[in-house]
């Protein structure tokens, strides 16, 4: 994400739900951000021609709706043996009119939907996209072309964002509204490559949509992403359902990346091993107590009075062997008397 100059933004979070049913991609994202900025552009590679509309925020705001799908189960669990925070460890002072295009870019399309003004662009180098966005009043790294050369070799298009704010003096700040992409896709790609230019760690949510549970081909330069749900959408699932009929599984991804500059790629989608079901589970871990008394002081101080017990018991049953008798000294023989 691209700001005005002088100006800055960073992406906070990254929410997407990816559809794919084996001939078309669908992608509805969400981003969250944080800076300064009144206005800022965004760069979408896609594998082929992409239709752009407005997406439904019920996907993201609606947690009974779309949300409750991916909730994690809450436990207790009880341990033994007292940790950090237990009796007898227990620490309580711890807190918690837009100008003509570039040359070398071709425009298929430019509107108007909400907020963003959307163009969808071809180009030819990594400098032709550069050059359109730099016509537009934006400063562009350097490095972007760069990142951009693997999508100009592979013949992708792009779709470019520019953000601004119904109101006028108004930050570009917290969650914005969702935009909806379908393109043609042999195989589900999620693009990320572009995300190696952030300034700060970066983090996904990204929920997959198919007739079986996905996994990522890697983790491409991030930390190992975490399945936190695996399992079958109904159509009463409110947006998600809906969005959901003919592709019901949903495999629920989160993934972060504290070094950005480490990513070497996009997340390639493919089928899971098997279609089972996860379901998170968070556990609230408590120190198992009987009658209010910790049961590990229980059993150790019961361990320590039956082994006095017996301790007892074995010098009260031990016999009490007599000394051995005192015999007399043996006589002195009278000494000769002497001269």
């Given at each position: 994400?691209?700001?005005?100059?002088?100006?800055?933004?960073?992406?906070?979070?990254?929410?997407?739900?990816?559809?794919?049913?084996?001939?078309?991609?669908?992608?509805?994202?969400?981003?969250?951000?944080?800076?300064?900025?009144?206005?800022?552009?965004?760069?979408?590679p896609?594998?082929?021609?992409?239709?752009?509309?407005l997406?439904?925020?019920?996907?993201?705001?609606?947690?009974?709706?779309?949300?409750?799908?991916?909730?994690?189960?809450?436990?207790?669990?009880?341990?033994?043996?007292?940790?950090?925070?237990?009796?007898?460890?227990?620490?309580?002072?711890?807190?918690?009119?837009?100008?003509?295009?570039?040359?070398?870019?071709?425009?298929?399309?430019?509107?108007?939907?909400?907020?963003?003004?959307?163009?969808?662009?071809?180009?030819?180098?990594p400098?032709a996209?550069?050059d359109?966005?730099?016509?537009?009043?934006f400063?562009?790294?350097?490095r972007?072309?760069?990142?951009?050369?693997?999508?100009?070799?592979?013949?992708?298009?792009?779709?470019?964002?520019?953000?601004?704010?119904?109101?006028?003096?108004?930050?570009?700040?917290?969650?914005?509204?969702?935009?909806?992409?379908?393109?043609?896709?042999?195989?589900?790609?999620?693009?990320?490559?572009?995300?190696?230019?952030?300034?700060?760690?970066?983090?996904?949510?990204?929920?997959?949509?198919?007739?079986?549970?996905?996994?990522?081909?890697?983790?491409?330069?991030?930390?190992?992403p975490?399945?936190?749900?695996?399992?079958?959408?109904?159509?009463?699932?409110?947006?998600?359902?809906?969005?959901?009929?003919?592709?019901?599984?949903?495999?629920?991804?989160?993934?972060?990346?504290?070094?950005?500059?480490?990513?070497t790629?996009?997340?390639?989608?493919?089928?899971?091993?098997?279609?089972?079901?996860?379901?998170?589970?968070?556990?609230?871990?408590?120190?198992r107590?009987?009658?209010?008394?910790?049961?590990?002081?229980?059993?150790?101080?019961?361990?320590?009075?039956?082994?006095?017990?017996?301790?007892?018991?074995?010098?009260?049953?031990?016999?009490?062997?007599?000394?051995?008798?005192?015999?007399?000294?043996?006589?002195?023989?009278?000494?000769?008397?002497?001269?």
């Open positions: 994400m691209v700001p005005d100059p002088a100006t800055r933004i960073s992406v906070a979070g990254e929410q997407s739900v990816l559809r794919w049913d084996g001939r078309r991609e669908q992608i509805v994202m969400r981003l969250t951000v944080n800076g300064d900025a009144r206005h800022a552009a965004w760069i979408m896609v594998p082929d021609r992409a239709t752009v509309t997406g439904d925020p019920a996907l993201f705001d609606q947690p009974a709706q779309a949300v409750q799908p991916v909730q994690p189960v809450h436990r207790t669990r009880y341990h033994f043996w007292p940790k950090n925070g237990d009796w007898p460890f227990d620490d309580h002072d711890t807190a918690a009119g837009a100008p003509a295009p570039a040359a070398g870019v071709g425009v298929v399309d430019r509107r108007r939907l909400g907020p963003f003004d959307v163009a969808r662009l071809t180009a030819t180098d400098a996209l550069g359109w966005l730099h016509t537009h009043g400063s562009l790294p350097a972007l072309k760069t990142a951009l050369q693997p999508y100009v070799d592979r013949h992708w298009e792009y779709v470019a964002v520019r953000l601004a704010p119904d109101t006028t003096g108004t930050t570009l700040h917290g969650a914005l509204d969702p935009l909806h992409l379908t393109f043609a896709a042999d195989s589900p790609v999620y693009p990320m490559r572009l995300s190696r230019l952030a300034s700060t760690p970066q983090s996904l949510a990204l929920y997959v949509l198919a007739a079986h549970r996905m996994a990522t081909r890697t983790a491409i330069g991030g930390l190992r975490s399945v936190v749900f695996a399992g079958r959408v109904h159509p009463h699932d409110g947006a998600l359902g809906r969005l959901a009929a003919g592709t019901p599984y949903l495999t629920a991804l989160t993934q972060r990346f504290p070094e950005p500059a480490r990513i790629g996009d997340h390639e989608l493919v089928r899971a091993a098997a279609d089972t079901p996860v379901q998170q589970v968070i556990y609230a871990d408590r120190l107590e009987v009658a209010g008394i910790p049961a590990w002081l229980l059993t150790v101080g019961g361990a320590l009075v039956a082994a006095v017990a017996v301790i007892v018991v074995r010098r009260r049953r031990r016999p009490v062997i007599p000394p051995p008798p005192v015999r007399p000294p043996p006589p002195v023989a009278p000494s000769a008397p002497v001269g």
